[in-house]
Protein backbone atom coordinates (compact mmCIF):
# COMPACT_ATOMS: atom_id res chain seq x y z
CA UNK A 1 0.00 0.00 0.00
CA UNK A 2 1.34 3.79 -0.78
CA UNK A 3 2.01 5.61 2.35
CA UNK A 4 0.58 9.47 1.43
CA UNK A 5 1.93 11.46 -0.39
CA UNK A 6 4.06 14.37 0.95
CA UNK A 7 3.18 17.89 -0.05
CA UNK A 8 6.07 20.61 1.04
CA UNK A 9 5.48 23.14 3.17
CA UNK A 10 6.12 25.90 0.91
CA UNK A 11 4.72 26.11 -2.68
CA UNK A 12 7.01 28.17 -4.95
CA UNK A 13 6.76 29.35 -8.68
CA UNK A 14 8.44 32.76 -10.57
CA UNK A 15 10.74 32.88 -7.89
CA UNK A 16 8.04 33.58 -5.15
CA UNK A 17 7.16 31.44 -2.27
CA UNK A 18 4.64 31.32 -0.10
CA UNK A 19 4.11 29.71 3.63
CA UNK A 20 1.78 27.86 5.35
CA UNK A 21 0.13 30.38 7.23
CA UNK A 22 -0.29 32.82 4.29
CA UNK A 23 -1.24 30.22 1.90
CA UNK A 24 -4.54 29.21 5.09
CA UNK A 25 -5.05 32.73 4.85
CA UNK A 26 -5.46 32.79 1.19
CA UNK A 27 -7.29 29.23 1.07
CA UNK A 28 -9.81 30.43 3.97
CA UNK A 29 -10.53 33.81 2.30
CA UNK A 30 -11.33 31.84 -1.00
CA UNK A 31 -13.80 29.57 0.67
CA UNK A 32 -15.64 32.11 2.84
CA UNK A 33 -15.93 34.15 -0.74
CA UNK A 34 -16.45 31.51 -3.10
CA UNK A 35 -16.70 27.73 -1.34
CA UNK A 36 -13.73 26.63 -3.46
CA UNK A 37 -11.69 24.65 -1.40
CA UNK A 38 -7.84 25.17 -1.82
CA UNK A 39 -5.71 22.32 -1.07
CA UNK A 40 -1.92 22.33 -0.39
CA UNK A 41 -1.22 20.72 -4.05
CA UNK A 42 -2.32 24.07 -5.41
CA UNK A 43 0.24 26.21 -3.45
CA UNK A 44 2.22 26.10 -6.92
CA UNK A 45 -0.69 27.75 -8.81
CA UNK A 46 -1.79 29.94 -5.95
CA UNK A 47 1.99 31.82 -6.24
CA UNK A 48 2.03 31.55 -9.90
CA UNK A 49 -1.42 33.22 -10.54
CA UNK A 50 -1.17 35.26 -7.34
CA UNK A 51 2.61 36.65 -7.59
CA UNK A 52 1.53 39.33 -10.58
CA UNK A 53 -0.65 41.14 -7.98
CA UNK A 54 2.15 41.13 -5.46
CA UNK A 55 4.05 42.99 -8.58
CA UNK A 56 1.16 45.30 -8.95
CA UNK A 57 0.83 46.15 -5.66
CA UNK A 58 5.07 46.29 -5.23
CA UNK A 59 4.71 44.10 -2.33
CA UNK A 60 7.66 41.97 -1.37
CA UNK A 61 5.94 38.85 -0.18
CA UNK A 62 3.01 36.81 0.78
CA UNK A 63 2.60 37.82 4.26
CA UNK A 64 2.72 41.07 2.98
CA UNK A 65 -0.34 40.53 0.93
CA UNK A 66 -2.39 38.21 3.41
CA UNK A 67 -2.03 41.91 5.17
CA UNK A 68 -3.44 43.45 2.28
CA UNK A 69 -6.82 41.35 2.03
CA UNK A 70 -6.95 41.91 5.80
CA UNK A 71 -6.63 45.87 5.24
CA UNK A 72 -9.16 48.45 4.42
CA UNK A 73 -8.79 47.39 0.12
CA UNK A 74 -9.15 44.20 1.05
CA UNK A 75 -12.54 43.46 0.19
CA UNK A 76 -11.47 45.19 -3.90
CA UNK A 77 -8.28 43.10 -3.43
CA UNK A 78 -10.57 40.05 -2.57
CA UNK A 79 -12.63 40.09 -5.78
CA UNK A 80 -8.65 40.27 -7.72
CA UNK A 81 -7.45 37.37 -6.28
CA UNK A 82 -10.99 35.17 -6.95
CA UNK A 83 -10.57 36.28 -10.01
CA UNK A 84 -7.45 34.87 -10.41
CA UNK A 85 -7.69 31.13 -8.58
CA UNK A 86 -10.81 30.49 -10.53
CA UNK A 87 -10.19 27.94 -12.88
CA UNK A 88 -12.05 28.66 -16.46
CA UNK A 89 -11.33 25.38 -18.53
CA UNK A 90 -14.04 24.92 -21.53
CA UNK A 91 -15.30 24.47 -24.86
CA UNK A 92 -17.66 23.63 -27.13
CA UNK A 93 -19.58 20.61 -26.46
CA UNK A 94 -17.54 19.32 -23.87
CA UNK A 95 -18.59 15.74 -22.49
CA UNK A 96 -20.82 15.14 -25.42
CA UNK A 97 -23.12 12.88 -23.96
CA UNK A 98 -25.01 15.35 -22.07
CA UNK A 99 -25.79 16.80 -26.07
CA UNK A 100 -26.78 13.61 -26.91
CA UNK A 101 -29.00 13.38 -24.22
CA UNK A 102 -30.28 16.98 -24.63
CA UNK A 103 -31.00 16.22 -28.56
CA UNK A 104 -32.48 13.01 -28.72
CA UNK A 105 -34.28 12.95 -24.85
CA UNK A 106 -35.36 16.29 -23.24
CA UNK A 107 -35.71 18.84 -26.43
CA UNK A 108 -38.54 17.08 -28.12
CA UNK A 109 -40.74 17.48 -25.35
CA UNK A 110 -39.52 21.14 -24.47
CA UNK A 111 -39.88 21.89 -28.12
CA UNK A 112 -43.49 20.88 -28.14
CA UNK A 113 -44.04 22.99 -25.03
CA UNK A 114 -42.74 26.29 -26.10
CA UNK A 115 -44.75 25.75 -29.47
CA UNK A 116 -47.98 25.49 -27.28
CA UNK A 117 -46.55 28.83 -25.80
CA UNK A 118 -45.15 27.65 -23.06
CA UNK A 119 -42.32 29.09 -20.70
CA UNK A 120 -38.33 26.98 -21.42
CA UNK A 121 -35.40 27.79 -19.27
CA UNK A 122 -32.10 26.39 -19.24
CA UNK A 123 -29.33 27.74 -16.81
CA UNK A 124 -25.41 27.12 -17.21
CA UNK A 125 -24.54 27.86 -14.08
CA UNK A 126 -20.76 27.85 -14.01
CA UNK A 127 -20.67 29.15 -17.69
CA UNK A 128 -17.15 30.02 -17.96
CA UNK A 129 -16.58 32.04 -21.18
CA UNK A 130 -19.73 31.12 -22.55
CA UNK A 131 -19.29 27.94 -24.96
CA UNK A 132 -21.81 25.79 -22.56
CA UNK A 133 -24.43 28.28 -22.95
CA UNK A 134 -23.83 28.83 -26.28
CA UNK A 135 -23.78 25.25 -27.36
CA UNK A 136 -26.71 24.56 -25.64
CA UNK A 137 -28.40 27.27 -27.88
CA UNK A 138 -26.79 25.33 -30.85
CA UNK A 139 -28.97 22.15 -29.55
CA UNK A 140 -32.47 24.57 -29.15
CA UNK A 141 -31.88 25.76 -32.60
CA UNK A 142 -30.91 22.48 -34.19
CA UNK A 143 -34.14 20.73 -32.88
CA UNK A 144 -36.56 24.06 -33.32
CA UNK A 145 -34.97 26.74 -35.65
CA UNK A 146 -37.89 29.07 -34.79
CA UNK A 147 -36.84 29.23 -31.35
CA UNK A 148 -35.74 32.89 -30.76
CA UNK A 149 -39.14 34.62 -31.10
CA UNK A 150 -40.62 31.52 -28.71
CA UNK A 151 -40.06 32.06 -24.95
CA UNK A 152 -37.13 29.53 -24.73
CA UNK A 153 -34.36 31.59 -22.88
CA UNK A 154 -30.36 30.31 -21.37
CA UNK A 155 -29.32 31.92 -18.47
CA UNK A 156 -25.54 31.98 -18.36
CA UNK A 157 -23.50 32.58 -14.56
CA UNK A 158 -20.16 32.78 -13.31
CA UNK A 159 -18.26 34.49 -10.31
CA UNK A 160 -16.05 35.34 -12.53
CA UNK A 161 -17.05 38.85 -14.11
CA UNK A 162 -13.83 38.46 -16.87
CA UNK A 163 -15.41 35.36 -17.90
CA UNK A 164 -18.92 37.24 -18.39
CA UNK A 165 -17.55 40.04 -20.44
CA UNK A 166 -16.27 37.24 -23.09
CA UNK A 167 -19.53 35.44 -23.04
CA UNK A 168 -21.41 38.69 -23.61
CA UNK A 169 -18.68 39.65 -26.87
CA UNK A 170 -18.88 36.20 -28.25
CA UNK A 171 -16.06 36.06 -29.60
CA UNK A 172 -13.79 32.94 -29.74
CA UNK A 173 -11.05 31.29 -31.29
CA UNK A 174 -11.60 28.02 -32.66
CA UNK A 175 -8.95 24.96 -33.01
CA UNK A 176 -8.79 22.56 -35.94
CA UNK A 177 -10.64 19.45 -33.47
CA UNK A 178 -13.54 22.20 -32.43
CA UNK A 179 -14.11 22.23 -36.32
CA UNK A 180 -13.43 18.64 -37.20
CA UNK A 181 -15.53 16.86 -33.94
CA UNK A 182 -17.88 19.71 -33.97
CA UNK A 183 -19.05 20.84 -37.81
CA UNK A 184 -22.28 21.93 -36.19
CA UNK A 185 -20.44 24.81 -35.12
CA UNK A 186 -20.02 27.39 -38.11
CA UNK A 187 -23.46 26.69 -39.05
CA UNK A 188 -24.31 29.07 -35.78
CA UNK A 189 -20.79 31.38 -36.57
CA UNK A 190 -19.50 34.26 -38.30
CA UNK A 191 -16.07 33.90 -39.65
CA UNK A 192 -14.35 37.40 -38.27
CA UNK A 193 -12.63 38.86 -41.22
CA UNK A 194 -8.69 38.82 -41.18
CA UNK A 195 -8.33 36.55 -38.00
CA UNK A 196 -7.72 33.19 -38.52
CA UNK A 197 -10.17 30.86 -37.01
CA UNK A 198 -11.66 33.59 -34.88
CA UNK A 199 -15.44 33.60 -35.14
CA UNK A 200 -18.96 35.24 -33.94
CA UNK A 201 -21.40 33.68 -32.34
CA UNK A 202 -24.76 34.59 -34.70
CA UNK A 203 -28.32 35.53 -34.28
CA UNK A 204 -30.13 33.99 -32.72
CA UNK A 205 -27.87 31.58 -30.90
CA UNK A 206 -26.37 35.05 -29.01
CA UNK A 207 -29.40 36.67 -28.18
CA UNK A 208 -30.85 33.70 -27.17
CA UNK A 209 -28.07 33.15 -23.66
CA UNK A 210 -28.25 36.04 -21.14
CA UNK A 211 -25.05 36.52 -19.04
CA UNK A 212 -24.75 37.64 -15.14
CA UNK A 213 -22.74 37.58 -12.54
CA UNK A 214 -23.59 35.00 -9.66
CA UNK A 215 -22.21 33.04 -6.93
CA UNK A 216 -23.36 29.80 -6.12
CA UNK A 217 -23.37 30.19 -2.52
CA UNK A 218 -25.04 33.37 -2.57
CA UNK A 219 -28.85 33.89 -2.58
CA UNK A 220 -30.34 33.31 -6.60
CA UNK A 221 -32.32 36.05 -7.76
CA UNK A 222 -33.99 33.92 -10.29
CA UNK A 223 -37.97 33.50 -9.66
CA UNK A 224 -38.99 30.94 -11.87
CA UNK A 225 -37.41 27.20 -12.14
CA UNK A 226 -35.48 25.62 -14.98
CA UNK A 227 -36.49 22.84 -17.24
CA UNK A 228 -32.22 22.08 -17.48
CA UNK A 229 -29.49 23.18 -15.79
CA UNK A 230 -25.85 22.42 -16.06
CA UNK A 231 -23.39 22.66 -13.37
CA UNK A 232 -20.26 20.91 -14.28
CA UNK A 233 -17.17 20.68 -12.90
CA UNK A 234 -17.94 23.32 -10.44
CA UNK A 235 -19.46 21.59 -7.50
CA UNK A 236 -16.22 19.33 -7.49
CA UNK A 237 -13.86 21.83 -6.12
CA UNK A 238 -16.64 23.14 -3.25
CA UNK A 239 -15.97 21.90 0.45
CA UNK A 240 -18.52 18.45 0.67
CA UNK A 241 -20.47 20.74 3.26
CA UNK A 242 -20.96 23.17 0.38
CA UNK A 243 -21.77 20.83 -2.19
CA UNK A 244 -24.33 18.93 0.84
CA UNK A 245 -26.29 22.39 0.62
CA UNK A 246 -26.05 23.00 -3.30
CA UNK A 247 -27.73 20.10 -4.70
CA UNK A 248 -31.05 20.34 -2.57
CA UNK A 249 -30.80 24.00 -3.96
CA UNK A 250 -30.49 22.52 -7.66
CA UNK A 251 -33.48 20.50 -6.78
CA UNK A 252 -35.61 23.22 -6.05
CA UNK A 253 -34.67 25.04 -8.95
CA UNK A 254 -35.75 22.46 -11.32
CA UNK A 255 -39.48 22.05 -12.70
CA UNK A 256 -41.19 18.88 -12.06
CA UNK A 257 -39.09 16.58 -14.96
CA UNK A 258 -36.41 19.13 -14.86
CA UNK A 259 -32.51 18.02 -15.71
CA UNK A 260 -29.74 18.52 -13.98
CA UNK A 261 -26.49 17.94 -15.54
CA UNK A 262 -23.11 17.69 -13.97
CA UNK A 263 -19.18 17.05 -14.18
CA UNK A 264 -17.65 13.45 -15.07
CA UNK A 265 -15.71 13.43 -11.45
CA UNK A 266 -19.31 15.02 -9.57
CA UNK A 267 -22.08 12.73 -8.08
CA UNK A 268 -25.23 13.61 -6.24
CA UNK A 269 -25.54 12.51 -2.66
CA UNK A 270 -27.40 13.11 0.33
CA UNK A 271 -31.40 14.13 0.85
CA UNK A 272 -30.97 15.76 -2.62
CA UNK A 273 -31.07 11.76 -3.95
CA UNK A 274 -34.53 11.87 -2.70
CA UNK A 275 -36.07 14.08 -5.91
CA UNK A 276 -33.46 13.51 -7.79
CA UNK A 277 -33.20 10.19 -9.72
CA UNK A 278 -30.12 9.21 -11.95
CA UNK A 279 -31.11 8.72 -15.32
CA UNK A 280 -27.72 8.52 -16.79
CA UNK A 281 -24.07 8.91 -17.36
CA UNK A 282 -24.20 12.02 -14.25
CA UNK A 283 -27.31 13.03 -15.15
CA UNK A 284 -30.31 13.57 -13.24
CA UNK A 285 -34.25 13.72 -13.38
CA UNK A 286 -36.37 15.53 -10.72
CA UNK A 287 -39.33 13.51 -9.59
CA UNK A 288 -42.39 15.01 -9.93
CA UNK A 289 -43.44 12.80 -6.24
CA UNK A 290 -40.24 14.60 -4.79
CA UNK A 291 -40.52 17.63 -5.07
CA UNK A 292 -38.63 18.98 -1.67
CA UNK A 293 -39.89 21.91 0.32
Not at 75 to 102: I, K, S, W
Request: aromatic share 6%; hydrophobic share 40%; net charge positive.
Amino acid sequence: MNGPHMIPAVGQANGQTIGDAAFRTVARHLQEQTGIVLTDVKKGLAVSRLSRRLRALQLPDFDAYCDVLSGPDGAAEMQEMVLLLTTNVTRFFREPHHYDALRTQILPGLVAKAKSGGRVRLWSAGCSSGEEAYSMAMCVLEAFPQAAPSNIRILATDIDSNMITKGQTARYQLSEDDLSEHPILLKHMVKVPGRDRYVDIAEPAKSMVRFARLNLQDPWPMQGKFDVIFCRNVVIYFSTETQQKLWPRFAKALNHGGHLMIGHSERVTGPALTPLRSVGVTHYELQAQGAMT
